[in-house]
Nanobody, 124 residues
Framework: QVQLVESGGGLVQAGGSLRLSCTAGRATNSFGTGWFRQAPGKERELVSS??????????YYEDSVKGRFTISRDNAKNTVYLQMNNLKPEDTAVYYC????????????????WGQGTQVTVSS
C-alpha cells in the first residue's frame, strides 16, 4: 500500500502561482505519478503526469496547462511537484495526485493509489 499526501493548495488571484506537492509514504521512484483535477459537476481529468526514474523522465501535460504548469520529482523526498503559474479561474478544482507501479496512464483507472486531494481556487 502507498499513502499519498497532497499539499500546497489554496486561494490565489488569477495570474498567480501555486506549487502542489505529493509526498509518498515510501519510496515510489519507479512509479508513474499523475496530477488530476476535478471541478464541481465535472469528471476527474488528468492534468499532468511523470514517469518513474527508469523511463527517462517522460512527462505529459493536458493542452490547457501547457506552458503554465510544470511537473517534477524529488526522488530523495519521495515527492512529486506541480508548479502552477499564470493560474486562471478555470483551473479551480480539487487536485489529486495518483501513483501507479504500472507506469503512467491518462485515465483514472490507470492508477492504483490516490491522495485525498487539495483544493485550488483561483479568483478573477
Amino acid at each position: 500500500q502507498v499513502q499519498l499526501v497532497e499539499s500546497g493548495g489554496g486561494l490565489v488571484q488569477a495570474g498567480g502561482s501555486l506549487r502542489l506537492s505529493c509526498t509518498a509514504g515510501r519510496a515510489t521512484n519507479s512509479f508513474g505519478t499523475g496530477w488530476f483535477r476535478q471541478a464541481p459537476g465535472k469528471e476527474r481529468e488528468l492534468v499532468s503526469s511523470i514517469s518513474g526514474v527508469w523511463t527517462a523522465g517522460y512527462t505529459y501535460y493536458e493542452d490547457s496547462v501547457k506552458g503554465r504548469f510544470t511537473i517534477s520529482r524529488d526522488n530523495a523526498k519521495n515527492t512529486v511537484y506541480l508548479q502552477m503559474n499564470n493560474l486562471k479561474p478555470e483551473d479551480t478544482a480539487v487536485y489529486y495526485c495518483a501513483a501507479s507501479n504500472r507506469g503512467v496512464g491518462r485515465t483514472v483507472g490507470s492508477y492504483e493509489y490516490w491522495g485525498q486531494g487539495t483544493q485550488v481556487t483561483v479568483s478573477s
